[in-house]
């Protein structure tokens, strides 16, 4: 029998941008910067349309409804790209 570990996924506690960066603050401490251009709604978005966001998930997730954007937390700290 083998076991499997997965990676601990911690819930976003704030989000907030600065100039290109995309910014989560996450229960364990850590504080992810993600550059916006690899989210391409939410590169091409207003300001006001980026801050209209819900948390979904208990945290996991952060869901745009102006821009139809879902994208989890875990994806943003791991730098994946946005899936057009």
């Not at 907030?16 to 590169?43: H, M, N, S």
Request: contains cysteine; aromatic residues 6%.
């Amino acid at each position: 029998m083998s076991a499997t570990t997965q990676e601990p996924e911690h819930p976003a506690l704030r989000v907030w941008f600065e100039e290109d960066l995309i910014c989560v603050d996450l229960t364990d401490g850590r504080q992810v910067k993600t550059p916006i251009a690899l989210y391409p709604r939410l590169a091409n978005a207003t300001q006001a349309q980026r801050e209209n966001f819900q948390m979904t998930g208990r945290g996991l997730g952060l869901h745009w409804p102006d821009l139809d954007e879902d994208l989890t937390v875990k994806g943003i700290a791991l730098g994946r790209k946005a899936t057009l």
